[in-house]
C-alpha cells in the first residue's frame, strides 16, 4: 500500500485540478499511475509470477509516442524476464 501511495496522490491531484490540463495530459497521467501501482503489485507480492509483468507493460505501451526510449527499455527487460517461461513452453525455437 505504501508503495502505491504516491501514484494515488498524484491522480487525485490531478483529477481535483482537471481544468488545468487538456484530456490528453490527463489520460497520460493516468496511465502512469496504472503503470506505477502494477509494478507496486508485481514487486512487492508474494509469489507473483513472471506474466505479472504484463500488467504493467500493456498500459506502458500506451505511452509508446510520449517515453519512447523508456518504453522499449522496459519491453525488452520485461520480455528477458519472461525468457524461462518461453524455454519451457518452447516458444522460443
Known amino acids: 500500500l505504501v508503495m502505491i501511495l ?43 509470477h513472471e506474466k505479472g509483468i504484463l500488467i504493467s507493460l500493456a498500459p506502458l505501451s500506451l505511452l509508446a509516442l510520449d517515453a519512447n526510449g523508456f518504453v522499449i527499455w522496459f519491453s525488452t527487460v520485461a520480455t528477458w524476464s519472461l525468457w524461462p517461461l518461453l524455454v519451457i513452453d518452447r516458444l522460443c525455437e
Open 6 to 48: 504516491p501514484a494515488c496522490f498524484m491522480l487525485y491531484r490531478v483529477g481535483q485540478r482537471n481544468t488545468q490540463y487538456s484530456p490528453k495530459k490527463n489520460l497520460e497521467f493516468l496511465l502512469w499511475g496504472s503503470v506505477s501501482t502494477s509494478l507496486s503489485f508485481f514487486l512487492a507480492s508474494f509469489q507473483v
